[in-house]
């Protein structure tokens, strides 16, 4: 298993590529922080200030804005991932994970991707090159130890719909994953007033999606250094026609 840190930067039809331009040398990093998205421009000069936020407010809901110690100016946005073809949504549609900020400069969008597979930023960097102008900056492998131990939960959850969350908080809570086992799917469908392949549906796409987030991670953590004693992890063969089938 092999960790790869990829530079990239593009240029292409994107409200803050575009602003970039209008500011020459001025370097604007953006974090996208769950459904907000914080600006800082580095600037003391009255008219770039004035053009910045211009721009931004056309492009996105100012929820604030204050001058942090350095002298920048600080915007924070509602996202806008939803209503444009942001730098995040191209990202997460490679399998890949930024490494923040994304800096937006002379019309470009420069920033850094980590992922497990060294497809996936390729992937990726043919999919910027169909929107507009895209450069290679760099490309590492890392080890693994440079991944953080802790998980966002938004990896682990973001993709979850409100339906499967709430099945896999109710089984929990039921006590469907105790062992042994106090609850079946049916007794919790009826308690819910639902029925009962509608309940395992969500369940079970709900636990697929949090055990596919997860998986990686658990990789990171059994690749990583261990006793030289320590068993290798076995290959499980898959009995024909098993694939996909739960029993509940």
């Not at 682990?156 to 799917?185: E, M, N, W």
């Not at 009995?239 to 029993?247: N, V």
Request: hydrophobic share 40%; aromatic share 10%.
């Amino acid at each position: 298993m092999a960790l790869w840190e990829v530079a990239l930067r593009a240029s292409y039809d994107y409200p803050f590529i575009e602003l970039s331009r209008t500011v020459p040398d001025t370097p604007i990093s953006m974090w996208c922080l769950w459904d907000r998205e914080l600006l800082q421009v580095p600037t003391r000069d009255g008219k770039v200030i004035e053009t910045v936020e211009r721009s931004i407010r056309k492009a996105g809901h100012v929820v604030d804005q204050w001058v942090d110690a350095g002298s920048s100016r600080i915007f924070l946005l509602r996202c806008t991932c939803d209503r444009y073809d942001s730098i995040w949504n191209v990202i997460e549609a490679h399998q890949c994970w930024d490494a923040p900020p994304v800096v937006y400069q002379d019309g470009w969008a420069n920033f850094r991707v980590i992922s497990f597979e060294a497809q996936y930023p390729r992937d990726l960097y043919a999919d910027l090159k169909t929107r507009g102008p895209a450069e290679l900056v760099r490309k590492r492998e890392l080890p693994l130890s440079a991944l953080p131990s802790s998980v966002w939960t938004n990896v682990l959850f973001g993709d979850l719909t409100p339906k499967q969350s709430q099945a896999l908080l109710t089984a929990h809570r039921f006590g469907y994953y105790t062992s042994p086992r106090g609850v079946t799917t049916e007794h919790i469908a009826s308690a819910l007033g639902i029925g009962r392949t509608t309940y395992e549906e969500h369940l079970r796409k709900a636990e697929n999606r949090v055990i596919s987030a997860l998986v990686p991670y658990l990789q990171l953590f059994a690749s990583a250094d261990r006793p030289a004693d320590r068993m290798p992890l076995p290959k499980i063969p898959i009995a024909p026609g098993a694939r996909g089938r739960a029993t509940r």
